[in-house]
């Protein structure tokens, strides 16, 4: 294990957080937050694959010779990502407006109680 | 005169599998005019067994195996039709008993008015072009087309009733036919598609030489338990469930299409997919076991059932199990028995249930034990049963009986004495099923309150409904005497035309 | 004149993307109702031709590569079309054009009128995100096109009736992020071993690295993404909530095309990028995909078999469906193969055809607006002696239900063919019962809703409905018709499949049929 | 100094976002991570992400989730279970897996990793005479892989598209939309604040104005349409937070924004179109002018602006549609 990954070791910290915040709150939005995290850290560990060491930011320096730049590609895909994820966030922000506007709660145990009862009342009312 | 009308008999395979399909378009569209609709119906079937005997038998008996190839249903795999005298024979049942048994259902249904006749129509017409599909089918997978179409054709003739119990029976039977042959048939075709690289019909089968005697064992139970309408214990439930059907609809199950259609298979398969040398190694022999303990099982069952109709039921499975014994025991004499026995089975089959049908709309009864005495009071419909009794028996001198012979002395010639003694067996118990419903309507003392059969006037039902029985019954007579020229024609599908290469019994 | 036609010609690989893409503001900017949805009519079967020209150039003249820009790969952005994938591109088209058809007549009862032209843009920019991923040559353009199909097919999803199609749209927005926030990882990952992003250049780069952890963590995790948007079992818990409370025509293009297209990515990551001898007989990919699309074939089956509401009932049938593709995949085989691509353009064809015919179903007894207590327009029960009232919509029920049963003459019997002649060249007799035992169980789910239509009795009198307009009854017609046609014709949809399984499976190119 | 960012960052996620159960406190943790995180993206040489994400992870996402929580609740429910045990399994096996995936990794910074020898040197090298900027990531991301510019625009706008389907008009199925115009509380309550409008109302120009800048200076230094859009937007969300929501509707109407947020996809797209016309592929900037190099300019020019245009009317619109939501009364949510 060379000593140089220590940065995706991070990343995978906080990816596991995001996960565990997205698979185990209940609420909602506290959802989407953990989607937030989980895509940032697979954000940073694209970032982090594009450094170089002792290099600068990839914008060309007029006459200079033998600069190190660091990769901008995963900058140039990273500014696409970070715009996908602030639109999931908007449209899931949008949808959990509209949830709790429709059930009064965004804690999914909740709605799932109201969605079985839902249920129910359309096997009755079908089966009138 | 055919080559004037430009009917080749190429053509004429065409022509005849897609005319009940054209009668059922026909019989939807004159379907407010009830007359026109039957008239539809029964100039189909006419023209259509006009063709198949008039134009594809003697080419077929003339040693010419007509084939037209329509179109490639799978990448190097054709829906294609032939002719071959086992299938022509099978065709010449369906086509002809189709008529017939029009004609019957005309006086049945409209003497029961039921509702929904059209429908009715058009789907035995579509049940037929089913059959008519199997039987000139020149490889498996037309053969797996057609014998589907049928399953599905005939639910709604066996669900016509729209009761709960009919609904409960539907429900058997198509769940069982169609989940035996798309999870049985289906991959035993597949399997020979993928092991072969062919599917088609041929003298001698196709597998010699690819498979093992065990996977061949295998193959030749998928096909058996695959074919459910073959009724094979324990794929039979469908049978005796499908009764509550109105009985035209049964006299198709048992006679003309379903039924036949499984068998019909069986043999097929028997004689061109697997050849008999390959067969003759043991492979069959659970099968043959199986097929003989349906073949008991079914007739002491029979010796017990009630009600009429049910007691049939059980009498065709144990008759299919004859057929499928001899097409298993790979003896040359037993499967021209096998095919004589779809043929005198039908006619026999068909007369017996013409006259329950008859019965029961005349007289409104259906059990053994309201029927005492009746026979006198319709004596054309208990002669007629009397008739088909003994040809499924096989009594000469019916048809029956030659059929039988053929089969036992193809279990001779197998050298399988047992099949022998179990043919015997369950001729004797047929005698015991269907005897005493005869002995019961011509010498039986009616109840004390059953006025209908007390009465001494006679009193037959309505000529629609007891000329068909009658006429089934007197072809019965005829096949005993046209039962040679029958076994030759069929020993043309083991390669050999005349019955002397195959020494007649 | 010819100038235009040369234009045209030259860049139909990206037309075909872009066409609905442009049309997607174009809606927003016309707005008006009906006119907006001639813009996307028109679209949509203008892809649609530019899609069928385009698999014929394919089909004559081999792979076609087009660079976005102007720029080479692996600088640039390639467009790259195979037999593979225009055999996608024309389904998803197709699907599009189909149901487009019959969109008003649903979108003027489920959706409140004043965001038609929305509707509209928001169904061309799912077609664009799945075309685009289809006809994609760069993985990163994989991921972006996903989630355009992702975001527009949550809005299309929340547009539903009732209130639950939000709650399932906002669920299937969190596991689908996830999902495409994982391809986002494996494809980071791969870039990070390779530093290319293109496919051909990946597929390249890939054996050097072969036996990589690395490689083997980004295969999981696009495998893990793909699988969340195919719904495969265990991944499977969005969809059955999604496909029911959606709106109708909304359930049709989805179920037809998303699934499809994930299963397009599954199968172009693991057989062209990472390769045969990486993810199969290094890795063994197939051991797990195996058994997962065997339980997801059965379970599915089995759960349609005990839901009461029509609607659900066909979502659990997609479930099993999308269960035979990935066992079509997983065979590795060519036959396999074969009919894992030719499943999904005949399940897209036919499970489109089932839910526009509940659509029908739906025009008839749902009511704008509904509530809570008018919910269930598609219950088994309200579907009683249908088959008297509205015969067309039930004839076309049965039939689509045969093909999914695999009656032999339907589409459904093409597929179930191949897919068990592959479980038999890959020596698995028992994979082929289980797809046979898969099929016996659609009988079951099936039969139980043509007894419904045509042997009970309808409910009540003044329930006696009249049947669907041609508007939408038609759309379901062709698709059903498609589906007995291409059953019995099948030289099309065959050729192109195992000339696609040819792409995918280059060994054994030559092999079986 | 990276290691110290990432120890904040870790810190933040886990404790401030995953444990908090005040979701306005977590909210701004979120926002705290994300500052960091743009630091550490500043510290990692990409400016251009940093940039962004300050704009977007603590600008615009903060905004839309305060909003968000001011429609709904603001709290988490309490429970008993604080860990759940399957999520932790599954999320422990996930973070095994990357760990072990990790050790094949290239090491942090080195140079001789396939992402830097492969593909980017030509960038490096030639992007100057190429296409133009000096900026790389700009000609990357506009011209090179100027398609995927155009798929993040569209995924906006399908946000957009997605939103406005949700949140325009009817505030429940069946329900009549009871909302008055022009009564929103917000900007109410900011119109009492003077020391804030002192404060913020002469800076509004100005971060018009460096919006502009940014939108056309993204050629030389870090900056584009996208963070140009965003500032923009953030101008005028401040803008509404003090004259108040309706006045900044009168500028922007919703038939005006729709057509704003079309029109830069519009846009966009057509200079790819004339590219197709002109007879190259689509979006070739090449054929635009009679020399590539000014082609490329021009086309850049008018991409970035689309990508401005869009982005910058979808923020505001997404602003609009969520703060001008007033919140629905309890009784309403009891009825239902």
């Known amino acids: ?128 | 005169m055919n080559d004037a009308i430009g009917l080749t008999p190429e053509s004429v395979l065409l022509v005849a599998v897609l005319l009940p399909l054209a009668t059922a378009v026909a019989v939807v569209a004159f379907g407010r005019w009830p007359n026109l609709r039957e008239g539809a119906t029964l100039s189909g079937g006419a023209v259509t067994l006009a063709l198949v005997a008039g134009i594809l038998l003697p080419a077929v008996r003339g040693g010419g195996r007509p084939r037209i190839d329509l179109f490639e249903i799978l990448p190097g795999l054709q829906v294609s039709l032939h002719g071959e005298p086992l299938g022509l024979i099978f065709a010449l049942v369906a086509s002809s008993l189709w008529i017939v048994t029009s004609l019957f259902a005309v006086g049945y249904l409209r003497g029961h008015h039921s509702p929904n006749q059209t429908r009715f129509f058009t789907f035995f017409a579509l049940a037929i072009f089913g059959a008519l599909g199997v039987a000139l089918s020149a490889n498996l997978l037309t053969l797996f087309l057609f014998y589907e179409l049928i399953t599905l054709c005939t639910f709604p003739l066996v669900t016509h009733d729209g009761t709960e119990r009919a609904k409960k029976a539907g429900r058997l039977y198509l769940g069982l036919l169609m989940s035996t042959s798309v999870g049985l048939m289906l991959p035993a075709v597949i399997w020979i598609w993928n092991t072969t690289g062919t599917l088609e019909f041929r003298p001698g089968g196709i597998l010699q030489g690819h498979v093992a005697g065990g996977s061949a064992a295998v193959l030749l139970a998928l096909f058996a338990f695959g074919t459910a309408k073959a009724a094979l214990m324990p794929v039979h439930r469908w049978l005796p469930a499908a009764m509550v059907a109105p009985t035209p609809v049964s006299a198709l199950l048992h006679a003309v299409a379903v039924v036949k259609a499984g068998v019909f298979t069986l043999t097929k398969v028997v004689v061109y997919v697997f050849g008999l040398d390959l067969l003759s190694t043991g492979a069959a022999r659970p099968i043959q076991w199986i097929a003989a303990f349906t073949l008991l099982a079914a007739s002491v069952v029979a010796l017990y059932q009630d009600n009429l109709k049910r007691r049939l039921a059980y009498s065709t499975i144990s008759q299919l199990a004859y057929i499928v014994l001899g097409a298993t025991l790979a003896a040359p004499k037993a499967l021209v028995g096998a095919g004589l026995h779809i043929v005198m089975h039908a006619f026999g089959k068909i007369t017996l249930f013409f006259c329950a049908g008859a019965i029961y709309v005349h007289a409104h009864k259906t059990n053994l034990r309201q029927m005492h005495g009746l026979g006198r009071r319709m004596p054309v419909t208990f002669m007629a049963f009397f008739l088909g009794s003994l040809s499924v028996i096989g009594v000469p001198p019916l048809g029956g009986s030659w059929s039988k012979l053929w089969l036992g002395s193809g279990a001779a010639q197998g050298d399988e004495p047992w099949a022998v003694a179990v043919y015997m067996l369950a001729s004797l118990l047929a005698i015991g099923y269907l005897m005493p419903v005869v002995a019961r309507g011509f010498f039986g003392e009616p109840s004390p309150d059953d006025a209908f059969c007390r009465d001494q006037d006679i009193n037959e039902a309505s000529p629609l409904l007891s000329l068909p029985p009658a006429f089934t019954a007197l072809c019965c007579l005829a096949l005993f005497v046209f039962a040679g020229e029958l076994a030759d024609f069929l020993g043309g599908m083991l390669g050999a035309p005349t019955s002397t290469a195959i020494g007649a019994p | 004149m010819s100038h235009l036609i040369s234009i045209v010609t030259e860049n139909l690989p990206m037309l075909q993307v872009v066409l609905p893409m442009l049309a997607a503001p174009l809606c927003v900017v016309v707005h008006h109702r009906r006119a907006t949805w001639w813009v996307a009519l028109v679209v949509t079967w203008a892809s649609f031709a530019n899609s069928v020209a385009l698999a014929r150039k394919v089909y004559l003249e081999g792979p076609l590569s087009y660079f976005v820009g102007g720029w080479e790969p692996p600088w640039g952005i390639e467009l790259r079309i195979d037999e593979l994938n225009a055999f996608v591109l024309c389904l998803v088209s197709a699907i599009c054009a189909v149901v487009l058809i019959a969109a008003p007549r649903s979108f003027d009862q489920e959706v409140e009128s004043d965001r038609h032209h929305l509707a509209y843009a928001a169904f061309l920019l799912c077609m664009t995100g799945l075309m685009g991923i289809a006809s994609a040559g760069d993985a990163f353009n994989v991921f972006v096109f996903l989630e355009i199909s992702s975001l527009s097919s949550y809005g299309l999803i929340a547009l539903g009736p009732s209130r639950r199609a939000l709650s399932s749209a906002l669920r299937y927005l969190i596991v689908g992020t996830l999902g495409g926030t994982f391809i986002l990882l494996g494809v980071g990952l791969l870039y990070m071993s390779t530093g290319t992003l293109n496919l051909v250049d990946l597929q390249q780069r890939i054996p050097a690295s072969d036996g990589h952890r690395t490689i083997v963590v980004a295969m999981v995790c696009v495998v893990v993404g793909a699988c969340i948007k195919l719904a495969l079992v265990p991944l499977h818990g969005w969809l059955p909530d999604a496909y029911t409370f959606a709106p109708s025509v909304v359930t049709a293009f989805l179920a037809a095309t998303a699934t499809k297209v994930a299963f397009y990515v599954l199968a172009r990551f693991l057989f062209s990028v990472f390769g045969v001898a990486s993810s199969i007989d290094r890795f063994h990919v197939d051991w797990v995909l195996l058994p997962l699309a065997l339980v997801a074939m059965v379970y599915g089956a089995a759960a349609a078999i005990f839901e009461r509401d029509v609607k659900r009932m066909l979502a659990y049938s997609s479930l099993s469906q999308i269960g035979y593709m990935v066992v079509g995949l997983a065979l590795v085989t060519k036959s396999g193969l074969t009919g894992g691509i030719v499943h999904l353009v005949n399940h897209g064809l036919m499970k489109c055809g089932l839910f526009l015919a509940i659509a029908c179903v739906v025009l008839r007894f749902g009511s704008p607006h509904l509530g809570v207590q008018r919910l269930g327009s598609t219950h088994l029960d309200r579907l009683r002696g249908l088959g008297r009232s509205m015969p067309w919509t039930s004839a076309a029920f049965v039939l689509g239900g045969l093909s999914m049963i695999g009656v032999p003459a339907t589409v459904g019997f093409v597929s179930k063919w191949y897919l068990v002649l592959g479980a038999f060249e890959a020596g698995k007799w028992w994979v082929a019962a289980l797809i046979l035992f898969s099929s016996a169980l659609a009988i079951a789910y099936v039969w139980k809703v043509v007894e419904v239509l045509y042997f009970a009795d309808p409910p009540r009198r003044e329930d006696e409905v009249g049947e669907a307009p041609w508007w939408v009854l038609g759309p379901t017609w062709v698709l059903v018709g498609a589906s007995l046609v291409f059953g019995v014709w099948t030289a099309p949809t065959v050729r192109m499949a195992s000339a696609a399984a040819e792409v995918l499976l280059p060994a054994l190119a030559g092999a079986g049929p | 100094m990276d290691v110290l960012l990432f120890a904040f960052l870790v810190a933040t996620a886990v404790w401030g976002v995953s444990r908090l159960r005040d979701l306005f406190a977590a909210t701004m943790m979120l926002s705290l991570f994300s500052l960091l995180s743009a630091g550490l993206f500043m510290v990692m040489d990409a400016v251009d992400v940093a940039f962004t994400e300050a704009s977007v992870g603590a600008g615009i996402s903060t905004v839309l989730l305060l909003s968000t929580l001011s429609l709904t609740h603001r709290r988490e429910k309490r429970r008993e279970r604080r860990l759940d045990p399957a999520a932790l399994v599954l999320v422990f096996a996930v973070g095994a897996l990357l760990l072990w995936g990790s050790q094949d990794m290239p090491a942090y910074g080195d140079p001789q990793a396939p992402v830097h020898t492969y593909m980017v040197p030509r960038f490096l090298e030639q992007s100057g005479e190429e296409v133009g900027p000096p900026n790389i990531v700009t000609s990357v991301l506009a011209s090179y892989r100027g398609y995927d510019t155009f798929g993040e625009a569209t995924v906006v706008f399908t946000a957009a598209v997605g939103a406005l389907l949700l949140l325009t008009g009817l505030r429940r199925r069946g329900e009549a939309d009871s909302r008055e115009p022009g009564g929103d509380e917000q900007g109410v309550r900011m119109r009492g604040n003077v020391i804030l409008r002192v404060a913020i109302r002469p800076m509004i120009p100005f971060i018009l104005m460096f919006a502009l800048y940014v939108q056309f200076h993204g050629d030389y230094g870090p900056g584009g349409g996208f963070q140009a859009g965003v500032i923009f937007a953030a101008g005028v969300i401040l803008a509404a937070l003090i004259w108040g929501l309706h006045r900044v509707r009168e500028v922007f109407t919703p038939r005006a924004l729709e057509l704003l947020i079309a029109g830069g996809i519009l846009l966009y797209g057509s200079v790819g179109v004339v590219a197709m016309v002109r007879g190259g592929n689509f979006l070739d900037y090449d054929t635009l002018a009679h020399d590539p190099v000014h082609g490329q300019h021009l086309g850049i020019l008018l991409v970035e602006l689309g990508v401005g245009i869009t982005v910058a009317s979808v923020m505001i619109a997404l602003f609009l549609l969520f703060a001008g939501r007033g919140r629905r009364s309890p009784s309403a949510v009891e009825s239902g």
């Open chain 1, 1 to 128: 294990m060379g000593p140089g990954l220590y940065n995706y070791w991070m990343v995978i910290v906080l990816m596991m957080t995001g996960l565990y915040v997205v698979l185990a709150r209940p609420n909602l939005v506290k959802k989407i937050m953990g989607v937030t995290i989980f895509q940032m850290s697979v954000i940073m560990l694209y970032i982090t694959l594009g450094k170089v060491a002792g290099g600068t930011a990839p914008i060309l320096i007029e006459g200079a010779e033998d600069v190190a730049y660091s990769n901008p590609v995963p900058h140039v895909l990273m500014l696409t990502a970070i715009v996908v994820g602030i639109a999931t966030t908007a449209l899931g922000l949008a949808l959990a407006i509209r949830v709790y506007e429709e059930f009064g709660t965004l804690e999914d145990d909740e709605i799932r109680d109201a969605e079985i009862a839902d249920a129910m009342a359309a096997e009755a009312g079908g089966a009138d």
